[in-house]
């Protein structure tokens, strides 16, 4: 069991990632100047929290690209489809600040916690969230969310009430109210959002306005 922090980064990432609610997913084939465009998109439309999946090409080199041109409180990195301890090892090497994987992995979150990383594991059923809560983790990624939908979420919260579920997976402008409205502590929002690397950038503009401008109004900002 990994002891509960009380390290301020893991709460400074925690809280970013609460007070942004949306956290854009990266995957796929993306050449290196148009990731930095998409950053700078995101950025200016109000959404710095970014996963790059470690299923993507260059995936380290983008997140450490990234690393050397925005500072955490401008864009907040993280990475994603983190499966085994060595991902985990070279995740906390190209120096993000959270790591989320599909499925929950102990060992990975011991790794994640003694780099002083946020770890959000991947969780679906009542025991893996019991276990997740007794591993120490209180952010936990719930995938697919589609698959059992919003009142799912806020059935799981009246008696995992210390835990904070991220919802990923089919998550999209039209159904974020009712995610946000069960409860959500955040969305992850990969193809509604970055659909690919023949997307226009003006298209992503589009979608994060679009986002923002819900998470915003659901939460009373």
């Known amino acids: 069991m990994i002891k509960k922090s009380t390290d301020s980064r893991i709460k400074q990432t925690i809280h970013k990632i609460r007070r942004n609610g949306i956290i854009a997913i990266l995957r796929g084939d993306y050449q290196m100047d148009h990731v930095l465009r998409i950053a700078e998109t995101l950025v200016s439309t109000g959404i710095s929290v970014l996963e790059i999946t470690l299923n993507s090409s260059n995936s380290l080199k983008i997140i450490e690209s990234l690393r050397g041109r925005y500072k955490s409180k401008e864009l907040l990195l993280g990475a994603g489809t983190v499966r085994t301890v060595q991902q985990m090892d070279w995740s906390v090497e190209a120096g993000v600040l959270f790591a989320v994987s599909p499925n929950l992995d102990i060992e990975c979150g011991r790794r994640a916690s003694l780099s002083e990383v946020l770890y959000m594991p991947g969780v679906l059923s009542t025991t893996e969230v019991e276990t997740a809560s007794r591993a120490g983790h209180t952010c936990v990624k719930l995938f697919p969310a589609d698959l059992l939908g919003p009142k799912y979420i806020k059935a799981l919260r ?19 109210p009712d995610f946000i409205q069960a409860g959500a502590f955040s969305v992850g929002v990969g193809s509604s959002l970055l659909a690919g690397p023949n997307q226009k950038i003006t298209e992503i503009q589009l979608r994060a306005r679009s986002l923002r401008k819900i998470w915003d109004r659901g939460n009373g900002y």
């Open 158 to 176: 009246a008696p995992f009430d210390n835990i904070e579920f991220i919802p990923t997976g089919g998550i999209n402008s039209s159904n974020l």
